[in-house]
């Protein structure tokens, strides 16, 4: 008898390819590691008030009201410590709050020094007897003393300077081509508007319509009514179709009525 050897398939041993090292994002990695580390020292470094401190400060600007050496004073004590760390927010805030100054931008100058760029304020108008209106129609605070001469003042309920102050500046410029500047312009509770002249005579435009009634007011005015313009105490334009006129005491023109 034969005896058959059993035949069997030998799996050879299969040989792993080992990965190559990925040494350039293993350098990437390193790379970011120190420049953050770099960064972050840097960063503490500089914040130091010993470092890079702020030696010099100008300012810039054209100044009519303020006073630049009360404007260094107020600034003074947030413009120290680093070039990185001085506290710009303060400076912008102490200078702002100061009277006429309107705005302040805040310039870094390198290494040691900042530069301010100082906005004074601009007053168009008085706001009642305590505050100052800007072109904006905005209201700011000053010292009466410091109030300039001969600006018109304007009145009106809580919270209507921009309203009142931007309807001024219109009127004004349709009445400076006719001579006539507005001393005083009101409008009261009820919304109902009255201004009185640099030349003394007082006009009543009322609440509805006065944008009409004003440009009404304008043209009787140029028609020939300016010429007894002295003798006129007041004119009220609060009608449909018409106008009426108050005269100066003892002042009455030989007038018809028309003009």
């Known amino acids: 008898m034969v005896k058959r050897t059993k035949r069997g398939a030998t799996r050879k041993p299969v040989r792993r390819e080992q990965q190559p090292v990925a040494w350039q994002q293993i350098f990437r990695h390193v790379v970011v590691v120190v420049a953050l580390g770099m960064v972050i020292t840097s960063s503490v470094y500089l914040q130091q008030d010993d470092t890079l401190p702020i030696v010099h400060v100008t300012v810039e600007g054209e100044f009519i009201h303020v006073d630049k050496a009360v404007l260094v004073a107020a600034v003074s004590p947030y413009a120290r410590g680093s070039f990185v760390s001085v506290d710009v927010a303060g400076i912008r805030t102490a200078g702002e709050a100061l009277p006429w100054v309107k705005q302040i931008q805040v310039r870094r100058v390198w290494p040691d020094s900042l530069h301010l760029i100082v906005e004074e304020q601009v007053a168009v108008a008085q706001w009642g007897d305590k505050a100052l209106v800007n072109i904006k129609g905005e209201t700011f605070y000053s010292p009466k003393t410091t109030f300039p001469k001969g600006l018109a003042v304007l009145q009106g309920p809580q919270n209507s300077h921009a309203v009142v102050a931007k309807r001024y500046q219109q009127m004004s410029k349709v009445l400076n081509g006719n001579n006539l500047t507005i001393k005083n ?52 334009m609060r009608y449909t179709n018409g106008l009426s006129v108050i005269w100066k005491q003892g002042q009455k023109p030989d007038f018809n009525g028309t003009v």
């Open 185 to 236: 312009l009101s409008m009261d509770e009820r919304r109902a508007w009255s201004m009185t002249l640099s030349n003394g005579m007082k006009v009543l435009l009322g609440r509805a319509d006065s944008e009409q009634r004003f440009k009404r007011f304008v043209m009787v005015f140029q028609s020939g009514l300016n010429q007894f313009e002295s003798q006129i105490a007041e004119m009220d």
